[in-house]
């Protein structure tokens, strides 16, 4: 494993050009760079974000789907010394904006009329975005008021290379490298502040125990606004000198087309996506023999899925992991040459450097065996939640274990096994939903008096949402038409797929409603 304790990103590309060189490190339609031209693209662009006013600690967003550009813009980003903000793709107007908002982001480089997407206008209008002093547009038009990418890129000659190089030289290992936001209980996105250090570090360790290899072609259909697409796709393919693909929109024949075309060997996703391979009879028209790896992250999974991708895919490594975007998204890993149904029901031992315990409501450790909170403490836990100190000060205890709000075990052969949710969090299709955002968003509907959100299983995706509503006063709801509703209002994966309405929720003596009696309402009516 290569030293990386005390690097930076920016330190990661000038040592992936050295040791790469003329290696390809990105192909995306007719562009290919090698690691030493994506350097150069990458300080080129330093320098126009230099040329623009950025400074050393602003906040720059990126709102775009996974295209060469958002690669070069991030690792450039990182590079001057600033912070990275990614925005979910999945994000309307408003979400986008909150999270502009909340990092006061000076710059956004973005997507207009690209794949029927329009992130610009999206955010037209939009309340709370005065920060953004620009918006280069990195494909599609350039309405009035941003910038094209090649506009913007002009810019490069009016900064030396001196000063590039100084500015990059200047990067510090515990310097803020990304902001990325994740939703909490309470409702609202909370910005989670990772350093350049930590995550060189986290994901070196990955890396070397997943058996990334120079030479190795990655295909990216996990976003690169995510902590697992971003870190596995870009961060490790830096690492190891493997070849970052990015992909755009999942469909299971356009991948496995592209796996035959590209020679991939390496393939991360969330388990709907290898579901979806496992349920599509057209996997046999395709060579899929260049897979060596396959990883699978963000809910749980049946062993035999494992075994679908060992026996029917003939993929050799199959391989998982657990982690938080608090822990800059990595705690355990589980790989070969474990068993199927380690790899599945388990989330596998802690990386070097991190310690885990699992406590009681008492802060008590327990013992191998009995559920309790997990916790976790080391090197790659954030800084702490973007101005927000009393939600860090729930998350972080003083004497620095994050407390993670999931509830496990370990098991005798020293792997943590998941159980439950301290919280109500649920993934769906990879993605997280927090319930309580998803009825803030739904109680906006002037029919709805009150709503509540739980997960229920579900064969592709995991689990989905379902939200239970009480109508406000006179109000007539139909299902189909809220789903509709909610659809235009909100991240696809956020919208509940089932509707039940109810004359009054579940609550305890002080209000709360009982989220645990509304599982096994839902449970029920979903058998029925």
Not at 198 to 226: E, I, K, N, W
Request: glycine share 8%; hydrophobic share 40%.
């Amino acid at each position: 494993m290569m030293n990386t304790t005390q690097q930076t990103l920016p330190q990661l590309v000038r040592d992936a050009a050295k040791r790469f060189g003329a290696d390809e490190a990105l192909l995306d339609g007719d562009l290919s760079l090698s690691f030493a031209e994506l350097e150069a693209r990458i300080k080129t662009t330093v320098r126009a974000l230099m040329a623009s006013g950025v400074e050393r600690g602003d906040r720059v967003a990126i709102w775009a789907p996974n295209i060469a550009e958002f690669v070069i813009s991030a690792l450039a980003i990182h590079s001057s010394g600033a912070v990275m903000v990614p925005i979910n793709t999945r994000f309307k107007g408003a979400e986008a904006a909150y999270v502009i908002e909340r990092s006061q982001a000076r710059m956004l480089f973005t997507v207009s009329d690209f794949l029927d997407i329009d992130y610009v206008h999206m955010l037209k209008d939009q309340p709370g975005i005065d920060s953004i002093k620009e918006t280069i547009v990195l494909r599609g038009g350039a309405p009035s008021g941003t910038t094209t990418f090649d506009d913007f890129l002009a810019r490069a000659p009016s900064v030396s290379e001196h000063d590039a190089t100084a500015r990059i030289d200047a990067v510090q290992p515990n310097d803020l490298c990304h902001i990325l936001f994740t939703s909490g209980t309470t409702g609202s996105p909370k910005g989670v502040m990772l350093e350049h250090g930590p995550v060189c570090t986290t994901y070196s360790v990955l890396a070397d125990v997943f058996d990334m290899r120079r030479g190795d072609r990655q295909l990216v259909v996990l976003p690169f606004f995510h902590s697992f697409g971003l870190h596995v796709g870009i961060v490790c393919s830096l690492i190891k000198g493997v070849t970052i693909i990015p992909h755009l929109v999942f469909d299971p024949v356009e991948v496995m087309k592209r796996i035959e075309a590209e020679k991939i060997t390496l393939f991360p996703g969330p388990p709907a996506i290898f579901q979806a391979f496992a349920d599509n009879p057209a996997r046999t028209q395709f060579d899929l023999s260049s897979l060596r790896s396959a990883t699978i992250g963000g809910s749980g999974f049946p062993p035999a899925l494992v075994e679908f991708l060992h026996e029917e895919m003939n993929i050799p490594r199959v391989q998982s992991g657990y982690g938080l975007t608090e822990s800059s998204g990595l705690v355990t890993l589980s790989s070969p040459p474990q068993s199927a149904e380690v790899i599945a029901y388990t989330a596998g031992c802690p990386i070097p450097g991190l310690e885990v315990r699992i406590i009681d409501a008492d802060n008590n450790t327990l013992v191998q065996g009995d559920p309790g909170e997990v916790l976790v403490r080391g090197y790659n836990i954030m800084r702490g939640y973007l101005d927000d100190p009393v939600e860090t000060a729930k998350t972080i205890d003083p004497d620095g274990w994050l407390h993670t709000g999931d509830i496990g075990y370990f098991r005798e052969d020293g792997n943590l096994v998941i159980s439950d949710r301290k919280k109500d969090m649920f993934t769906s299709g990879g993605f997280n939903v927090y319930p309580a955002e998803v009825e803030k968003m739904i109680m906006t509907h002037p029919s709805i008096l009150q709503a509540a959100v739980v997960g229920v299983a579900d064969h592709r995706m995991g689990e989905v949402g379902m939200v239970f509503i009480v109508p406000a006063a006179g109000a007539s709801l139909n299902a189909e038409e809220l789903i509709a509703w909610a659809r235009e209002n909100m991240a696809n994966y956020k919208v509940p797929r089932h509707v039940r309405i109810v004359k009054e929720l579940p609550m305890n003596a002080t209000g709360k409603v009982l989220k645990p009696q509304l599982r096994s309402l839902a449970a029920e009516s979903l058998e029925s």
